[in-house]
T-cell receptor
């Protein structure tokens, strides 16, 4: 079992729809969670971080964390073609001792005009 | 504020050679982490430096090493290059540590080993 799992996709949504990206993690001690966006040929760009159960909103993006279910998700409202990219879920299970992140393999999102 | 910079951006090396990659973190950031990204293995943690000390190391052979200088700039070195070392090498900087502490990636160095 991988420590961080994501559906590789592609996840195809029409422009203007809500894209829902999911991530599960195996280690219950994991404390903080991050979503990165990576365009082809570019480096990952931080979108959201979350470490408390519940929802965290930033513009069109909402991160949701459920520690009991070991599940974190990212919702993108009003999806745009420019949102087409690979979305990486990352987990820090070490708390404040280190910044080591464990990444999922990413979900490819395709927003259709 | 300037972002994370990495040099060089592209490198082509031959098997058996060694290579040194450089990373300058965001001003004021003291933590630098290095990652390797390949199509087959995805993003994997190499090591982290904080205040010139290696704080954590991933599961990579000893051919991979790094260091951090007093100005927080970091270098990583790969000796005796193998074809499988071809990858995008990314560094990420962070202001400190702690739950929820965020990391920002540089543009990466694309290494090709022939």
């Amino acid at each position: 079992q991988k420590e961080v799992e994501q559906n590789s996709g592609p996840l195809s949504v029409p422009e203007g729809a809500i894209a829902s990206l999911n991530c599960t993690y195996s280690d219950r001690v994991s404390q903080s969670f991050f979503w990165y966006r990576q365009y082809s040929g570019k480096s990952p760009e931080l979108i959201m971080s979350i470490y408390s159960n519940g929802d965290k909103e930033d513009g069109r993006f909402t991160a949701q964390l459920n520690k009991a279910s070991q599940y974190v998700s990212l919702l993108i409202r009003d999806s745009q073609p420019s949102d087409s990219a690979t979305y990486l879920c990352a987990v820090n299970k070490y708390g404040g001792a280190t910044n080591k992140l464990i990444f999922g393999t990413g979900t490819l999102l395709a927003v259709q005009p | 504020k300037a972002g994370v910079t990495q040099t060089p951006r592209y490198l082509i090396k031959t098997r058996g050679q060694q290579v040194t990659l450089s990373c300058s973190p965001i001003s004021g950031h003291r933590s630098v982490s290095w990652y390797q990204q390949t199509p087959g293995q995805g993003l994997q943690f190499l090591f982290e430096y904080f205040s010139e000390t290696q704080r954590n190391k991933g599961n990579f052979p000893g051919r991979f090493s790094g260091r951090q200088f007093s100005n927080s700039r970091s270098e990583m070195n790969v000796s005796t290059l193998e074809l499988g070392d071809s990858a995008l090498y990314l560094c990420a900087s962070s202001s400190s540590t702690g739950v929820g502490n965020e990391q920002y990636f540089g543009p990466g160095t694309r290494l090709t080993v022939t």
